[in-house]
């Protein structure tokens, strides 16, 4: 495979292949590009019989696309792998710590590291939230954390999902569909497991469960319904955790409980994993119009008679304004230097900064400050004359909505063409299960692979595709 010259390549050196990709590489040298063309058609095949599929919003019809799939693995070695999820658990400690402080003391914000504004005019911040701690202190029961590379050691976090991250569905159909098609290649190469993700998460939402729980916690996932784009992965990790799906009508207070309608009557639940945003959780305090959440519901969980996973206001540390001074925010309450570094960001909300960004808009990134998808979000580089002429005027028109970034370098990893391997653009999205007493990371995480040569966006929504992502063992 041709290394590229502007971009670190994580199968290959000058001199050769990486130490991580040696195995593979012997392996794939063996191969006919035919049969694994035709393993791939297998792949697709696979997808659309089980499901897999998502929806594409803003389209007349929403279409139900498949996310494409790459048979080449993305691979990282034992000791990468380490410093990422040593650095991981730490953000994901300082974001739980940092979302009870801005609910409770806000010494964060006394002490000025976080402007008060940023909190006081954030959309997702829930006065709700005040004054009130869930069971176990834990906010951010599961986060999904976007990783790039840029070179040999240099990491750097994209963002942290700390509302309802999505994905780890395809992760793990990824590696089912790789352990049938090539179960040579996993009795060569020693890969840690990811399958254990579904008992785990269970497991830790169980412990996450109100205090007082008589017996085994009742779990449930809520889903806002088939149309819901991720509706796929809701049905698949209550399947895979052997729980109950239910939608918002399913449910009721039922003596200060919330309860679940059953063949045998209602059965009271203890932990809703909810897929539903903030907004439409509970139209007694949040939108009215909602027919999607539990009218009451915020009024058990502030009781402590229910845990909500991940707990209602988490996307105030999230919000893409917040992450720049996430590094701040990891020393603050660890008193570490934060192992994984920020991309460096402009806040355009500031009119110094603003006149920089409207000045080099077609050099940078510029996203929604509560954007996600890839949606609302321009790349200069990428961009034509009037894209970025157009983005100005909404810049101009409420600044405060955007932070700007400049395009970072990111690494490539080998994909399967018909000429063989090529190199693409990729991000990482490790997923992290919080509970009162450990935090546990799935070795790997979610792949996402810009199929287009040269692109840099990867988000299955503009076209990416995914990759089953391997973590060497020792």
Known sequence: MKKEDKHFSEMMRPDGVRDPYQNYDAWFSKQDINRLSKKAQEAEAFFRRTGITFNVYGQADAEERLIPFDLVPRILSNTEWSKLSRGIEQRVRAINAFLHDIYNRQEILRAGVVPVDLIANNEAFLPQMMDFTPAGGVYTHIVGTDIVRTGEDEFYVLEDNARTPSGVSYMLENRETMLQMFPELFS????????????????????SAPPGVQGRPCVVVLTPGIHNSAYYEHSFLA????????????LRVVDGNIAMRTTRGYKVIDVIYRRVDDEFL?????NPQSMLGVPGIMDVYRAGNITITNAPGTGVADD???YSYVPEIVEFYTGEKAILKNVQTHRCSQPDTLKFVLENLKDLVVKEVHGSGGYGMLVGPAASKKEIADFAEKLKAKPANYIAQPTLSLSTVPILTDAGLAPRHVDLRPFALVSPNAIDIVPGGLTRVALTEGSLVVNSSQGGGTKDTWVLEG
């Open 320 to 322: 893409k304004a917040i």
């Open 282 to 286: 509970d139209p007694l305090t949040f």
């Open 188 to 207: 060569k190469i020693r890969v840690q497991r990811v399958s254990d993700y579904p008992k785990n998460l269970r497991r830790s939402l169980e412990a």
């Open 239 to 250: 399947d895979q955790m052997g729980v109950e799906l239910v939608e918002g009508h399913d």
